[in-house]
């Protein structure tokens, strides 16, 4: 089954930046074709789509409140994507998922969340 691990939150000053990383079990990038996305989730909001791409293609999509500050990339070799986030901004504090949906389902599986704070 897929299994998806989250890693490299933590607590950074405005305008800071992390990587974040999420690696992939259960399916091969290079061969199979899954959106991979980031969330965020505050308390008491919606979870927000933050930034997505392709394990297969080009196909990349941001949240207009990121585009400029933040990256998404993936590794094949290393089934990992990672989100680079720089310029961080206090309402970037958020638990930060992962999620894997192959092309022709449905479904999305989640990784466990990482803690991303943004203050002084």
């Known amino acids: 089954q897929v299994q998806l691990v989250e890693s490299g939150g933590g607590l950074v000053q405005p305008g800071g930046s992390l990587r974040l990383s999420c690696t992939a079990s259960?399916?091969?990038?290079?061969?199979?074709?899954?959106?991979m996305t980031w969330y965020r989730q505050t308390p008491g909001k919606e979870r927000e789509l933050v930034a997505g791409?392709?394990?297969?293609?080009?196909?990349?999509n941001y949240a207009d409140n990121v585009k400029g500050r933040f990256t998404i990339s993936r590794d094949n070799a290393k089934n990992t994507i990672y989100l680079q986030m720089n310029s961080l901004k206090p309402e970037d504090t958020a638990v930060y998922y992962c999620?894997?949906?192959?092309?022709?389902?449905?479904?999305?599986?989640w990784g466990q969340g990482t803690q991303v704070t943004v203050s002084t």
């Open positions: 259960g399916f091969t990038f290079s061969t199979e074709n899954y959106f």
């Open positions: 791409i392709r394990t297969i293609g080009g196909s990349i």
């Open positions: 999620a894997a949906r192959w092309r022709f389902s449905s479904k999305e599986d």
